[in-house]
């Protein structure tokens, strides 16, 4: 007699019921599964996005305690501060700390290590603020 191979499930259990963890679904999942066949892909996609998030969020942390050092000049920050400067032109420091909702320092570490490989140009205005303009140059690929 010829056996079908099954999907192997690590689940302790098989055929529990449990409901959908997706927000608002509350289906019943196939073989004790968190989520149901609908949500389970869109699952994997929020991980990887929070994923994501989760490093950048580690990246500003560095940045806050160590400084320019920290950035990295292809990461997802500095190329959202990029992309922001190209988008909207020149900011000040302090207003790219308000529209990032990031430390006015945090900002300046990653304005300092832009600045420094030519991505960006900073001046200072009457008052005496850190004006942040685009170089135009990409960081397309790493330096050496
Ligand atoms: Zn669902």
Same mark, same amino acid.
């Given at each position: 007699?010829?056996?079908?191979?099954?999907?192997i499930?690590?689940?302790?259990?098989?055929?529990?019921?449990?409901?959908?963890?997706?927000?608002?679904?509350?289906?019943?999942?196939?073989?004790?599964k968190?989520?149901?066949?609908?949500?389970v892909?869109?699952?994997?996609?929020?991980?990887? %996005? $929070?994923? %994501?998030?989760?490093?950048?969020?580690?990246?500003?942390?560095?940045?806050?305690?160590?400084?320019?050092?920290?950035?990295?000049?292809?990461? +997802?920050?500095?190329?959202? +501060?990029? $992309? *922001? $400067?190209?988008? *909207?032109?020149?900011?000040? %420091?302090?207003? +790219?700390?308000?529209?990032?909702?990031?430390?006015?320092?945090?900002i300046?570490?990653?304005?300092?290590? +832009?600045?420094?490989?030519?991505?960006?140009?900073?001046?200072?205005?009457?008052?005496?603020?850190?004006?942040?303009?685009?170089?135009?140059?990409?960081?397309?690929?790493?330096?050496?």
């Amino acid at each position: 007699m010829r056996q079908r191979t099954t999907e192997i499930e690590r689940s302790p259990y098989n055929g529990g019921t449990k409901s959908c963890a997706w927000n608002g679904c509350g289906k019943t999942t196939r073989e004790g599964k968190p989520f149901c066949s609908d949500h389970v892909e869109q699952h994997g996609y929020v991980q990887e %996005i $929070l994923e %994501i998030l989760a490093e950048k969020e580690a990246e500003e942390e560095r940045v806050r305690q160590h400084g320019s050092d920290a950035v990295d000049p292809e990461g +997802l920050n500095a190329r959202e +501060l990029l $992309l *922001h $400067l190209d988008q *909207h032109g020149s900011r000040t %420091i302090e207003r +790219l700390a308000r529209e990032f909702q990031l430390e006015s320092h945090v900002i300046s570490g990653y304005v300092e290590a +832009l600045a420094s490989r030519g991505h960006v140009v900073t001046g200072r205005t009457t008052r005496g603020s850190v004006v942040v303009q685009p170089s135009g140059h990409r960081p397309a690929h790493r330096a050496g």
